[in-house]
């Protein structure tokens, strides 16, 4: 197998490992306030929301420490220790209590700052400056393909119920556990690159993903990581792209928990309504993989470079969040039980809610693959450090979402975010045309990027 065609095969394996691993955690995700609600009669006192803000909390705090652990322990065995912790949360959705809830809700933030670090780090080594475009593409609509299989079930199991008994939930969550143990095995069939730096050191990365030849060196590699994260959060284009990246937490905490919840909460759906949580999550799926894999496939294409395809994902939110606003109920997100029966400024319409759903998806992958580009091309020999810093960045304002959604009506979660997506599109071009002058007078062609 050719250098190149080794590289492909990683950064399809990385997608595939993710898309097992994050059906199973993004429909954990998307159900988890609609199953907790059902619970929170019996001993079970929890919040998917306020879980989730720990969660988010945990892994923002995280990242400081995570390129430290991804230069020791190397990216991929980073990715399977935390692929297990990922599994042992969802499985506590199959007999839960409330103290393992939120202890395994911090675990699990600490997790998934490892795993993300090392996704970046990966997914940098495995590319080049031709390639990272669409190596981003593919694994974006990989990863979100996970949408699609995990809601498609719940649209089809919870279809005509209004209430979820104990034995439709150990169901899903036993099914759900070991797809997540499927993806953390197939981390092991990445191979390791020895030709690209990694981790913004002066080594190899054969050296960074082999073992430590002593205890000094690895701290030495462990120091130097952390220098590193704390050293870009201060560069110009980091801060800049933090805006960005912040909007994408706030979306992230929307699409992946809030929508969902609202739509179980809207009574006038009827007896469709929880089964219409997993078709949203379908339809968001669709918008996502479709974003990606047009992005990844048209990258070489793209002779105008990111700017377009950010512009077009604020667009589509902008148009999904003004139709939800009129089609949902603004107590939506924070109904009891007995859900709304509330009405907005049109009758709730199901085809509207999916719609937006769909939208939500593909404005996403449009940010979401742009940002893992940008970060790639930027930071090449500093990827650790600098996906590191995006994850920090996107968790904490994601838990800060998450936490808020516990009180806020619909019409300000909504505000929050039009106002942050403005602002995080203008900085986004703004580092991209910085991006494309230093491209130019390096002599590269801007639609390589």
Known sequence: MSPESKKLFNIIILGVSFMFMFTAFQTCGNIAQTVITNLNSTDFHGSGYT?????????????????????????????????????????????????????????????????????????????????IGRNSGVFWALLQSSLFFGNLYIYFAWQGKTHISESDRRTVFIALTVISLVGTVLFFLIRKQEDTKALGEEDSANEILGDSSSAQNTMTRAVAAFKKSIKLSFTKEIMLLSVTTAYTGLELTFFSGVYGTCIGAVNRFGSEEKSLIGLSGIFIGVGEILGGGIFGLLSKRNRFGRNPVVMLGIIVHFIAFYL??????????????????????????????????????????????????????????????????????????????????????????????????????????????????????????????
């Open 51 to 131: 879980s989730m803000s720990i969660i988010y909390g945990v892994f923002s705090a995280s990242n400081l420490i995570s390129p430290s652990v991804v230069a020791i322990v190397g990216p991929q065995l980073s990715m399977v220790i935390s692929g297990i912790f990922y599994s042992l949360y969802i499985a506590v959705f199959i007999q839960p209590t409330t103290w393992t809830f939120y202890t395994a809700s911090v675990f699990i933030g600490i997790a998934a700052a490892v795993l993300w670090t090392a996704q970046g780090n990966c997914l940098t080594v495995n590319s080049d400056e031709n390639t």
């Open 324 to 449: 939800i606003f009129f089609n949902m109920p603004n107590d939506a997100p924070i109904a009891p039980m007995e859900g709304t029966d509330d009405v907005a400024y049109m009758i709730p319409s199901k085809e509207v809610a999916i719609f937006c759903s769909f939208l939500l998806g593909l404005g996403d992958s449009c940010f979401n693959t742009q940002l893992l580009s940008i970060l790639g091309f930027l930071y090449s020999e500093d990827s650790a450090p600098a996906f590191a810093i995006f994850k920090f960045v996107q968790s904490i304002c994601a838990a800060v979402a998450y936490f808020y959604s516990n009180y806020f009506l619909l019409q300000w979660q909504l505000l929050i975010m039009v106002v942050v997506g403005f602002f995080g599109t203008i900085t986004f071009f703004t580092v991209e045309w910085e991006a494309a002058a230093a491209l130019a007078a390096r002599g590269s062609d801007y639609s390589s990027i």
